[in-house]
């Protein structure tokens, strides 16, 4: 059976990644910040959790040795400080390290048995690896580092037979964008740009995510997916 890790697994569209992997066959271990979010994942066939901070590489790769086989690696792991936070420099800092740091620690620690089994990495990025946030500089700053580390480990590890994908979500409703879309005043400018008209949800963006990692992507690598409704086209 194919296995797959998925960071920041224990909650929005980490998990929901998860629940969708499992569905398409994979053991998944899906990963969390801490204790609660993994004792709060649902019970699954073939789905673990286990406690990860992607900031630290000692943990990272005890969990990566202990594996048999990785067929796949989903990067959702990530971090966003509101309210002009990003602005302080240990704060962007913070949400780097997190963001896209942690998404190349992960990606380092899997080369070797995603070469094994011919697997895949797919990253998240967002709809601010294309324009700017200015709200969330570090966040914006990370996810458009994530977009360029996503093709350029996708151009160095082909030869190993590793394909590299990132999915760009768009408006997603999660716990994390919940003061936003329960919010008439800033949730209807966002409807109104969107051409579908609505939030996504984890859900939608699990498909892709899927898709990236199946067979039917085999030719696929260095693609940065938007998921997000048509905002970015509008």
Do not use: H
């Not at 609660?36 to 959790?49: H, K, T």
């Not at 594996?67 to 990530?78: E, K, P, Y």
């Not at 697997?119 to 709200?135: D, E, K, R, Y």
């Not at 914006?140 to 994530?146: E, F, H």
């Amino acid at each position: 059976m194919k296995q797959a890790i998925v960071t920041g697994g224990g909650r929005g569209i980490g998990l929901a990644a998860a629940l969708a992997l499992c569905d398409a066959g994979y053991r998944v271990i899906a990963t969390g910040l801490d204790r609660s979010e993994i004792e709060a994942m649902p019970v699954r066939d073939g789905l673990s959790g286990a406690v990860l901070d992607v900031r630290d590489e000692g943990a990272i790769g005890a969990l990566v040795v202990g594996l048999d086989r990785l067929d796949a690696l989903v990067n959702c792991a990530g971090l966003i400080r509101r309210g002009g936070a990003e602005y302080d420099p240990a704060t962007f800092a913070e949400v780097i390290d997190i963001n896209l740091n942690g998404t190349m620690r992960m990606c380092v620690a899997a080369r070797p048995l995603l070469a094994a089994s011919k697997g895949c990495i797919v990253n998240t990025a967002s709809m601010l690896s294309f324009f700017g946030g200015p709200a969330v500089p570090a966040y914006t700053a990370s996810k458009g580092g994530v977009s360029q580390l996503t093709k350029a480990l996708a151009v160095a590890w082909a030869a190993d037979g590793i394909r590299v994908n990132a999915v760009a979500p768009g408006w997603i409703a999660t716990e994390l964008t919940r003061p936003l879309y329960e919010d008439t005043v800033r949730s209807d400018p966002i409807l109104g740009r969107t051409p579908m008209r609505r939030w996504g949800t984890p859900e939608d963006v699990t498909g892709p995510v899927v898709f990236l990692c199946s067979e039917a992507a085999r030719f696929v690598t260095g693609a940065i997916l938007p998921v997000d409704g048509g905002y970015a086209a509008a």
